[in-house]
Nanobody, 124 residues
Framework: VQLVESGGGSVQAGGSLRLSCAVS????????MAWFRQAAGKEREGVAE???????AYAGSVQGRFTITKDKDENMLYLQMNSLKVEDTAMYYCAADPTLRPATWALLSKGYRYWGQGTQVTVS
């Protein structure tokens, strides 16, 4: 499975960005997917997840501002980010897990076998 992120960039606080993750080598119909981010000097954190069964989970810091969606026909994963804050600045990664994840694993990196190279988001 190969994952390629795009859509990052620089934006002013309050603005919006949509990140994309192109998936190849498998179908989104067979994958649980998530977005993670890592800010400079901080640990990687789970931002949003969509499980194989369609269940979604969001970090508290982005709840109500970010939306994870997937286009199964196009094999694309998206992260719509609205009302961006300076603290959203980070490298954003998409990740794939070819299993139905336990609810207790929500937003954890555990089990995510495939990772993209990341796309930088800078909010000023």
């Amino acid at each position: 499975v190969q994952l390629v992120e795009s859509g990052g960039g620089s934006v002013q606080a309050g603005g919006s960005l949509r990140l994309s993750c192109a998936v190849s080598g498998s179908s989104l119909r067979k994958l649980s997917m998530a977005w993670f981010r890592q800010a400079a000097g901080k640990e990687r954190e789970g931002v949003a997840e969509i499980n194989l069964n369609g269940a979604t989970a969001y970090a508290g810091s982005v709840q109500g501002r970010f939306t994870i969606t997937k286009d199964k026909d196009e094999n694309m994963l998206y992260l719509q980010m609205n009302s961006l804050k300076v603290e959203d600045t980070a490298m954003y990664y998409c990740a794939a897990d070819p299993t139905l994840r336990p609810a207790t694993w929500a937003l954890l990196s555990k089990g995510y076998r495939y990772w993209g190279q990341g796309t930088q988001v800078t909010v000023s």
